[in-house]
């Protein structure tokens, strides 16, 4: 008997030793009921809210045209910093006036130059980090965002990436964001408790965490004032009304993915 | 049959085999027990789909072996190294203090290794399918699995009685 054969033959024997709980397969079948009741609620609630924001949104596009931007026609006036977030087909980098491929917000300044390049290298340095077999997390499409003020002008490069597993038909995201400005930025605004997080980091390097129903977000604030963050969610909110079953990397995945240097804001 | 009816009878036939392969994969009763009711409360959500795969036990497989994955990983509740046992039952072929030595061995090993061990040596599946399953090469698994058995050489010698190794 070989050694494989010897393990097989003891690990069952071992199985076959363990006495299981006494269990009713009824509970099982309310909690899995329970479960899809839940999972059924939560997606009729996300519908109505983005039907609502979408209501709202169509209510109020008149009046964030660029026309009401202009003084002469009653718009604001630069009294102060208009922070605004866009969402940009990065393909036209060299064009920022290019038209954009998705969203509703214009983004008046446009990509920082090397923004595509910059993107694709984040989801080379995510994959790298967390999907190593690339099984899982999409290739860069060209898609991006920029967010930012007028005054200081893009601060902020970020992408979401699908994350999917083959044979189910869950869709996750990887959200990254590089900012110069953490209170403005996208992942910073989605989640509401940020909590410091102990990390091993270069000297004048902190991480915070915000932990919600369906993913994590971190972010590692760097010394020289770029904030990198990455939100993983079960659910990709955009695409699919189905999670992913889970994601197979830790907290400090996502860390070490933030640390990375390679994510840093195009220049 | 129903949905309901279907998946009761897939968890009067299967469900103590699941628990073992996830006692065996964390080594706490507990914690089997919650990746046992996490994953067929999941398995209800996905049974249409499941159904539709070649082997519902695959499906039901991969949820509890991506559990142990996660549990493993949460820093609060990092595995130990325990000599605890199992409740066992008495009309077994392997002895007590067999069964502790294997058990000890085998909760000894990184949680990696004891997955690709579960996975081949329990559930019975080829290098191919593991590494599927984990999303590891073949060569990892194949050098993991020589790693496992060196580890539980010892153990597994001890009641050999001549049976070569």
């Known amino acids: 008997m070989t050694n494989e054969d010897l393990l097989t033959k003891r690990l069952h024997q071992l199985a076959d030793s363990i006495v299981p709980p006494p269990h009713d397969a009824r509970s099982d079948l309310q909690r899995g009921r329970r479960l899809q009741r839940r999972n059924r609620t939560a997606i009729a609630v996300g519908a109505v809210a983005v039907v609502g924001a979408v209501t709202v949104g169509a209510a109020m596009l008149p009046r964030s045209g660029p026309t009401a931007l202009d003084p002469s026609n009653g718009g604001p006036t630069a009294g102060g910093p208009t922070a605004s977030t866009g969402i940009r087909n ?21 990509a920082p130059p090397g923004a595509r390049a910059a993107l694709r290298e984040y989801n080379n340095v995510l994959a790298e980090h967390l999907d190593p ?12 965002f920029t967010g930012g003020s007028d005054e200081a002008g893009p601060n902020e490069v970020g992408a979401k990436f699908s994350w999917t597993t083959t044979g189910q038909n869950g869709e996750g995201m990887l959200h990254v964001a590089v900012s110069r400005t953490w209170v403005n930025s996208q992942i910073y605004l989605a989640h509401k408790e940020w909590r410091p997080l102990d990390a091993i980091l270069p000297a004048g390097w902190t991480a915070e965490i915000a932990k919600y129903d369906g993913g994590m977000a971190v972010v590692v604030h760097r010394a020289d004032g770029v904030h990198v963050a990455i939100d993983a969610n079960t659910l990709f909110g955009n695409n699919s009304l189905t999670s992913v079953t889970e994601f197979r990397f830790a907290t400090s995945d996502l860390v070490a993915a933030a640390s990375d240097k390679r994510l840093s804001f195009p220049s | 049959m129903s949905r309901g009816e279907e998946f009761t009878a897939y968890v009067v036939q299967r469900r103590q085999q699941l628990y073992r392969a996830a006692y065996l994969l964390c ?17 209800y959500c996905a049974w249409n789909r499941a159904r539709e795969t070649e082997s519902i036990d695959a499906y039901v497989r991969r949820i509890i072996v991506n559990s142990h994955l996660d549990e493993a990983r949460r820093p609060w509740r990092r595995e130990r190294v325990g000599r605890a046992i199992p409740d066992r039952s008495t009309s077994v072929e392997i002895s007590l203090e ?3 030595e294997l058990w000890a061995a085998l909760k000894a090993l990184p949680p990696q290794q004891r997955r690709i061990v579960v996975l081949r040596h329990y559930w019975g599946m080829s290098v191919a399918e593991t590494a599927a399953d984990l999303a590891l090469s073949t060569g990892t698994v194949k050098s993991q699995t020589a790693a496992a058995l060196a580890s539980l050489r010892s153990a597994l010698a001890s009641d050999t009685q001549g049976e070569a190794l």
């Open chain 1, 90 to 110: 990065l393909e036209s980098d060299e064009a920022p006036d290019a038209k954009m491929t998705r969203g509703s917000f214009p983004n008046r300044f446009g």
């Open chain 2, 98 to 100: 067999d069964a502790d």
């Open chain 2, 27 to 43: 080594g706490d009763s507990q914690r089997a027990e919650d990746i046992v009711q996490t994953a067929l409360m999941k398995l």
């Open chain 1, 133 to 144: 077999s690339r099984q899982h997390l999409e290739q860069y499409d060209g898609v991006g």
